[in-house]
Nanobody, 123 residues
Framework: VQLQASGGGLVQAGGSLRLSCAAS????????MGWFRQAPGKDREFVTG????????YYADSVKGRFTISRDNAKNTVYLQMNSLKPEDTAVYYC?????????????????WGQGTQVTVSS
């Protein structure tokens, strides 16, 4: 599966952005999906994940209550709605697909990655 992330940009603190990740290839609904982010000089970290049918979601503590992951299997797309953004949310955001039971919370659980989209939150 190939993943294409989009929707990043520059936003002021307190603002919102919606990221999208479009998947090509077969059987999108058989993959759990996740979003990770990587800030300069830091390790890639788990943000959120969603199960194959969207019935289960998981969030990092740092984004709980502010971010929402969702998916539309008919459109082969997973979304990340980000509200109440903070400067510390600034990072490159990556979507990823987990072909096994998931979603995992480690980057090593994921098999396919998108190219990343930059999110910058100004104070």
């Amino acid at each position: 599966v190939q993943l294409q992330a989009s929707g990043g940009g520059l936003v002021q603190a307190g603002g919102s952005l919606r990221l999208s990740c479009a998947a090509s290839g077969r059987a999108f609904s058989t993959y759990a999906m996740g979003w990770f982010r990587q800030a300069p000089g830091k390790d890639r970290e788990f943000v959120t994940g969603i199960s194959r049918r969207g019935s289960n979601t998981y969030y990092a503590d740092s984004v709980k209550g502010r971010f929402t992951i969702s998916r539309d299997n008919a459109k082969n797309t997973v979304y990340l709605q980000m509200n109440s953004l903070k400067p510390e949310d600034t990072a490159v955001y990556y979507c990823a697909a987990d072909r096994w039971d998931g979603p995992g919370t480690s980057q090593y659980d994921y098999d396919y990655w998108g190219q990343g989209t930059q999110v910058t939150v100004s104070s």
